[in-house]
């Protein structure tokens, strides 16, 4: 049996990961659950999985009474020790945001399979993950469709074989529109996601292409390949889910209808491939015709500013990513327009993109400096809306 602890339970990822689960119940144990606050929603799933352990993210929620074998924490040091405890052997850290560094490393230095679905851990602390492998003697499958694509396409085949690798992006549900378009659409449009069933934030960030941008820091990091050497591309029927060139050119692409549960089943079998009576069988007439278009920059400028802040390492990573995540949340919530996303992100990067990152407190000055810029930058915005509502 594997023994799985699952970070970010109530989650979309989360959720899919207990149905693959349950599926498997000969194969994966779950010894523990977290989430960030859900607590109803926590409770529910500790009656069904009886983990040894249940953890609530935040300090100052109440706890549900005991019973049964469950044992349940709160706070970060509850949340690590769930992490790097010797009874795990696999811990999937689907948890959002920037509080998913600490346990991301906490698992790997520890010597556990990470399974990983948090862009931030990678992209705000990508050394620092690197690190913490090597360190522990953990390893990082990634469950993030392109990843594991890219993952599966060069499975047996060293790394100086590979020449590029090409992300595919669905282009979410303004594809097509003019910035000046993008102006009049709202969030109830945004969150209409044309494949995937995502939660608020990665469906947000997947109309942006800021998701792709974050993927593209993940490749860095995942696969030590230099940036020059990623590339996106838009693909609207959401089946090719990455390629992988080689150097004597040829190509090799991984395919599946959109579902987040084959890359989770993969990240909790690798390398074995797991027998599953759900997931569907690919029918290509089916799924034609395949198509593919360029990146519209000028329409979303959040790519091209997440890939430059890669590129531009140290702690711009880090603020792109808190600026992000301000953003959408100002965008939510009706603050500002779906295009000013980038100008706040921007902003911030203008004013502490730079620096270098040692360790998690470096990533947590970072992270803090960039959300206070752009809750500044957001809020220099919120009028224009205001004005013209």
């Given at each position: 049996?594997?023994?799985?602890?699952?970070?970010?339970?109530?989650?979309?990822?989360?959720?899919?990961?207990l149905?693959?689960?349950?599926?498997?119940?000969?194969?994966?144990?779950?010894?523990?659950?977290?989430?960030?606050?859900?607590?109803?929603?926590?409770?529910?799933?500790?009656?069904?999985?009886?983990?040894?352990?249940a953890?609530?993210?935040?300090?100052?929620?109440?706890?549900?009474?005991?019973?049964?074998?469950?044992?349940w924490?709160?706070?970060?040091?509850?949340?690590?020790?769930?992490?790097?405890?010797?009874?795990?052997?696999?811990v999937?850290?689907a948890?959002?945001?920037?509080?998913?560094?600490?346990?991301?490393?906490?698992?790997?230095?520890?010597?556990?399979?990470?399974?990983?679905?948090?862009?931030?851990?990678?992209?705000?602390?990508?050394?620092?993950?690197?690190?913490?492998?090597?360190?522990?003697?953990?390893?990082?499958?990634?469950?993030?469709?392109?990843?594991?694509?890219?993952?599966?396409?060069?499975?047996?085949?060293?790394?100086?074989?590979?020449?590029?690798?090409?992300?595919?992006?669905?282009?979410?549900?303004?594809?097509?529109?003019?910035?000046?378009?993008?102006?009049?659409?709202?969030?109830?449009?945004?969150?209409?996601?044309?494949?995937?069933?995502?939660?608020?934030?990665?469906?947000i960030?997947?109309?942006?292409?800021?998701?792709?941008?974050?993927?593209?820091?993940?490749?860095?990091?995942?696969?030590?390949?230099?940036?020059?050497?990623?590339?996106a591309?838009?693909?609207?029927?959401?089946?090719?889910?990455?390629?992988?060139?080689?150097?004597?050119?040829?190509?090799?692409?991984?395919?599946?209808?959109?579902?987040?549960?084959?890359?989770?089943?993969?990240?909790?079998?690798?390398?074995?491939?797991?027998?599953?009576?759900?997931?569907?069988?690919?029918?290509?007439?089916?799924?034609?015709?395949?198509?593919?278009?360029?990146?519209?920059?000028?329409?979303?400028?959040?790519?091209?500013?997440?890939?430059?802040?890669?590129?531009?390492?140290?702690?711009?990573?880090?603020?792109?990513?808190?600026?992000?995540?301000?953003?959408?949340?100002?965008?939510?919530?009706?603050?500002?327009?779906?295009?000013?996303?980038?100008?706040?992100?921007?902003?911030?990067?203008?004013?502490?993109?730079?620096?270098?990152?040692?360790?998690?407190?470096?990533?947590?000055?970072?992270?803090?400096?960039?959300?206070?810029?752009?809750?500044?930058?957001a809020?220099?915005?919120?009028?224009?809306?205001?004005?013209?509502?």
């Open positions: 049996m594997i023994r799985v602890a699952i970070l970010g339970s109530t989650g979309s990822i989360g959720r899919s990961a149905e693959v689960i349950a599926r498997h119940a000969d194969r994966f144990e779950i010894v523990a659950l977290a989430a960030n606050r859900s607590a109803e929603e926590l409770t529910a799933q500790v009656r069904r999985f009886q983990p040894a352990r953890v609530l993210c935040h300090d100052g929620l109440d706890l549900p009474n005991g019973g049964g074998r469950t044992v924490a709160s706070g970060r040091s509850a949340l690590l020790d769930v992490a790097e405890d010797p009874e795990v052997d696999v999937l850290n948890l959002v945001g920037a509080v998913g560094l600490e346990p991301t490393l906490a698992a790997l230095r520890a010597g556990h399979r990470l399974a990983l679905a948090n862009k931030e851990s990678l992209v705000a602390g990508g050394e620092l993950v690197m690190e913490a492998a090597a360190e522990g003697g953990g390893e990082v499958v990634p469950i993030d469709s392109e990843h594991s694509a890219i993952l599966q396409c060069r499975e047996g085949y060293p790394a100086s074989s590979i020449q590029r690798v090409v992300l595919t992006a669905s282009g979410g549900p303004f594809r097509g529109m003019t910035r000046d378009e993008l102006w009049r659409v709202g969030p109830d449009e945004a969150l209409r996601h044309p494949t995937w069933d995502m939660g608020a934030k990665i469906t960030d997947s109309a942006t292409l800021a998701n792709k941008a974050l993927e593209v820091i993940e490749a860095h990091y995942l696969y030590g390949l230099d940036y020059d050497a990623i590339d591309v838009i693909h609207p029927q959401s089946v090719i889910h990455s390629f992988v060139e080689f150097v004597d050119g040829s190509v090799l692409a991984q395919l599946g209808f959109p579902t987040m549960e084959l890359p989770i089943l993969y990240a909790l079998s690798y390398p074995e491939r797991v027998d599953d009576p759900v997931l569907r069988t690919y029918d290509p007439v089916r799924a034609s015709p395949l198509t593919f278009e360029e990146i519209d920059h000028a329409s979303f400028p959040l790519f091209g500013l997440g890939a430059e802040a890669g590129r531009r390492g140290g702690c711009a990573p880090v603020v792109y990513n808190a600026a992000n995540e301000i953003a959408v949340q100002a965008f939510l919530e009706g603050r500002i327009r779906f295009p000013e996303m980038a100008d706040v992100v921007s902003e911030a990067l203008g004013r502490v993109g730079d620096g270098q990152i040692g360790d998690v407190e470096d990533v947590s000055s970072a992270d803090r400096e960039g959300r206070e810029a752009a809750v500044e930058a809020r220099k915005l919120t009028g224009r809306v205001g004005a013209s509502s």
